[in-house]
């Protein structure tokens, strides 16, 4: 059985979330979820590459990939 890829790549690190980064991604999907209800649900990306891309903005950058935000 051939083995499934991950389009976004594998997760870096297992490296436990700070107190500041939890709190920039519920306030990432909360601004996405008010875009998300305001919109009618008609997001030209999906809701959670908006959440990923407002944490990545909010937190300047981060260490954790696309599947970390998605999981948490």
């Given at each position: 059985m051939?083995?499934?890829?991950?389009?976004?790549?594998?997760?870096?690190?297992?490296?436990?979330?700070?107190?500041?980064?939890?709190?920039?991604?519920?306030?990432?999907?909360?601004?996405?979820m008010?875009?998300?209800?305001?919109?009618?649900?008609?997001?030209?990306?999906?809701?959670?590459?908006?959440?990923?891309d407002?944490?990545?903005?909010?937190?300047?950058?981060?260490?954790?990939?696309?599947?970390?935000?998605?999981?948490?």
């Open positions: 051939a083995s499934s890829s991950n389009r976004r790549g594998a997760a870096q690190t297992t490296l436990q979330w700070t107190t500041a980064e939890e709190i920039t991604l519920c306030t990432a999907w909360c601004n996405a008010d875009m998300y209800v305001t919109r009618d649900r008609q997001f030209r990306k999906g809701f959670w590459e908006e959440v990923y407002n944490f990545k903005k909010d937190m300047g950058g981060t260490i954790r990939g696309y599947d970390a935000i998605v999981s948490k």
